[in-house]
């Protein structure tokens, strides 16, 4: 539904924080689905933004530009209603593009602190919700905790991913995107019992006690099967939703850092993260995005299709008063 009669540019001309407007997919302001440029919160459910930072990268750096590509990949869900959705999720739930996280790259120990503080800036300032775009995986870790300090520790985590990142590190300032839950379940942000990762195809000797629906069992059962045991173990506790690119298979998700074969298909994990609705959502975060591995934007476009139908999840909840 068009507000204002704006063509054109609605990341800076738009007044209302409700509702789309016409633009050619080809052009224009390039916030995520041609949100709002915002960093008023007021009235705002969701605040999109990017953290692109990849100098805890194990093999192949490059998501640090993963958050433009999900904006630039993202013009095409900005046209049309959201299938299966069948609705415009903007209708209804205020969101903005708040843009990118600022920190110091050749400062990388004031870098933790920084993506708190970015996180602290919105949510405990607010009551909006936050969808980040990585960067690497460890952002993840200060997104926790600024949320444990709004939500209460532990939350519950959800992770999409094809490793655990729960190898040992005891030191607190380390930048290392496969240790960041080790350190989550160590400093109490998560609980292990009431958490659970999907699609890993990766070993660790150690799970920390988080519940394993590892990638071979995902294939061998439907999505309701998945979809069902996610629910059996987070219930209705406050929890985290992170969102690794390369869960899929790197057939579906090429462009990655750490890519690993016997993947999600992009149809499993859509499928799976579409109902997870009665979920108590308090954050989300896709990351892992490198398009400089990509191959015609197909990495880029899955993660934006990923976070759309993270939006949808919240909108259902907003409308159903439960937001």
């Known amino acids: ?90 209708d209804d739930l205020a969101v903005v593009d708040y843009g990118d996280c600022w920190f110091d790259a050749h400062r990388p120990w004031t870098v933790r602190e920084s993506i708190v503080q970015h996180a602290r800036d919105i949510i405990l300032n607010s009551q909006a919700k936050m969808l980040t775009f990585g960067g690497d995986h460890y952002i993840t870790y200060p997104l926790l905790q600024a949320h444990a300090e709004k939500y209460g520790k532990p939350l519950s985590l959800i992770h999409f991913d ?11 300032d380390s930048l290392n995107h496969g240790t960041m839950f080790y350190k989550a379940v160590k400093n109490g942000l998560i609980d292990p019992k009431t958490s659970v990762q999907i699609g890993i195809r990766t070993w660790n000797d150690d799970f920390m006690g988080i519940n394993m629906l590892f990638a071979p069992w995902v294939h061998e059962n439907r999505a309701e099967t998945v979809v069902q045991r996610i629910y059996e173990i987070v219930g209705d506790r406050p929890a985290y939703l992170t969102f690794d690119i390369d869960v899929l ?73 439960k937001l």
């Open 249 to 321: 298979d790197p057939a579906f998700a090429p462009g990655t850092g750490t890519p690993v074969p016997g993947g999600l298909s992009s149809h499993q994990a859509l499928s799976i993260l579409r109902q997870l609705g009665d979920i108590n959502l308090v954050g989300m975060d896709v990351v892992e995005v490198a398009p400089a591995y990509d191959h015609a934007e197909t990495t880029a476009l899955a993660a934006a299709h990923v976070a759309a139908d993270m939006l949808c999840l919240l909108r259902n909840r907003k409308v159903a008063g």
């Open 162 to 172: 094809a490793h655990c990142d729960t190898w040992p590190d005891d030191e607190e």
């Open 1 to 90: 539904m068009s507000q204002n009669n704006i063509i054109g540019d609605a990341a800076f001309r738009r007044q209302s924080l409700l509702g789309s407007n016409i633009e050619n997919t080809y052009a224009g302001a390039l916030s995520f689905m041609r949100r709002n440029y915002s960093r008023d919160l007021n009235g705002v459910d969701v605040a999109v933004s990017g953290v692109p930072f990849d100098l805890s990268t194990t093999f192949r750096s490059g998501s640090r530009l993963g958050p433009a590509a999900v904006r630039a990949a993202s013009v095409q869900l900005a046209e049309l209603k959201l299938f299966p959705w069948g609705f415009d999720p903007f």
